[in-house]
């Protein structure tokens, strides 16, 4: 299984590089906003106006209460077959293209090439993952910037403070069938044992990362799809960045992508590559460098 772990591993992806060479703004160049907001979205024509009002009218709300308050909203359009991009584009008619950007990807990529994508393209001094249905209320920002804010001093100007729903786990059993709990509980334990110990809920897609955090860890990423969450917080406490598990408010919304046995498979799969490839050497952590 290590041969083939190693065996397999795929390169670096080549985004970093593009980026550099682009002349469009990178999470290499300084920030010149205090926020950025990346939302991966795959068919997402039918939930993400939800998201996307609630989340706009709260960051005017405190713009016009903080004028010194500055944001962004990337939209990153995941191949979607849909009028995703469509949707997303009249927000940022609505609100200006500084506000609301578009991205839109050829081919489908998975959640965590998507927000890769979104990353590397903010311009934000703190970068905030956000998913496209709305799941978790956008208001609840303020508990996770507290989060980052209480893990100060940041070194090296590194923390992530991650949005938790592990306090809801009692509740959200109680409505599933015992397959779908045995599968969480064995995902849970796989997390655990290879990856991280630290954090209970590595899932959750509200994420907000300082911008050197960001800029170290996307670069160091590899799994595009579902497990990216876990890479991304095995690569954190690999680099020794301080991590804050956040509870938030959180309502499962209808019209979820995730196939519960087979996309558990694929991540128990990803799981055990991630950690088999970092250990052989397959994949190697790379310090960064702002310009």
């Known amino acids: 299984i290590c041969a083939i772990a190693h065996v397999t591993a795929k390169t670096m992806p080549h985004d970093d590089v593009e980026y550099r060479k ?9 920030a010149t906003r205090e926020l950025s907001v ?14 996307m009002d609630e989340a706009l009218d709260y960051l005017e709300k405190r713009q016009k209460q903080d004028p010194s308050f500055t944001y962004e909203v990337i ?3 995941d191949g979607s077959k849909d009028q995703t991009a469509k949707v997303a584009k009249e927000y940022s008619k609505k609100y200006g293209s500084d506000k609301v950007r578009v991205i839109s990807l050829e081919k489908n990529r998975g959640k965590g090439g998507a927000v890769r994508t979104g990353v590397f393209s903010s311009r934000g001094q703190k970068i905030l993952m956000a998913d496209a249905d709305g799941a978790t209320k956008f208001a609840d920002i303020e508990k996770v910037e507290e989060g980052l804010k209480n893990l100060q001093p940041w070194p090296k100007g590194m923390a992530i403070s991650c949005g938790s729903r592990a306090h809801l786990e009692k509740d959200s059993i109680a409505k599933r069938s ?21 954090i209970r809920d590595t899932q959750c897609g509200f994420k907000l990362l300082t911008r050197e ?9 590899h799994i595009e799809r579902w497990a990216f969450d ?25 019209g979820s992508k995730l196939v519960p046995f087979w996309s558990w498979l694929q991540m128990g799969r990803d799981l055990l590559f991630i950690r088999l490839r970092y250990m052989t050497g397959a994949w190697k952590l790379e310090a960064k460098k702002c310009n």
């Not at 682009?22 to 300084?30: R, T, V």
């Not at 779908?180 to 995902?187: A, E, I, N």
Request: charged share 15%; proline share 5%.
């Open 75 to 77: 939209v990153v359009n």
């Open 213 to 221: 955090a960001a800029l170290q860890t996307f670069s160091n990423l």
């Open 230 to 254: 876990v890479e991304l917080l095995y690569i954190a406490q690999r680099m020794k960045i301080p991590i804050a598990e956040v509870a938030v408010n959180w309502t499962e919304i209808e």
């Open 178 to 198: 015992y397959f779908r709990t045995l599968l969480m509980y064995g995902f849970h334990f796989l997390v655990w044992f290879l990856c991280v110990k630290e």
């Open 22 to 30: 682009g002349s469009a703004s990178n999470i290499h160049d300084p």
């Open 38 to 51: 990346v939302v991966p979205s795959y068919n997402e024509e039918n939930r993400l106006p939800l998201m």
